[in-house]
């Protein structure tokens, strides 16, 4: 997928995630129905595509992750 292509995605991922969920649903099938007589993507998962979607965000590091879970153990136990 080349950079453009990925740009697009997450522009029409802004522009649908906040959309009501049988929406989403209703696109998310059209889309896969869409791609029952086209050839296999490269893209073979729904790990894959959650990936893909996940955002330009890195992910955390080990550092975050422990602090993360300090705040939470401070939150719940106190």
């Known amino acids: 997928m080349s950079t453009d292509q990925f740009n697009e995605l997450l522009n029409v991922w802004g522009?649908?995630?906040d959309w009501p969920e049988d929406m989403?649903?209703?696109l998310a099938s059209r889309i896969l129905s869409s791609l029952q007589n086209e050839?296999?993507?490269p893209c073979k998962t729904l790990a894959d595509l959650v990936g893909v979607l996940s955002g330009v965000q890195p992910p955390p590091t080990d550092q975050d992750v422990s602090r993360i879970v300090e705040e939470e153990r401070i939150k719940k136990f106190g």
């Open 15 to 17: 522009q649908i995630k």
């Open 24 to 26: 989403r649903v209703s």
């Open 39 to 41: 050839p296999t993507s």
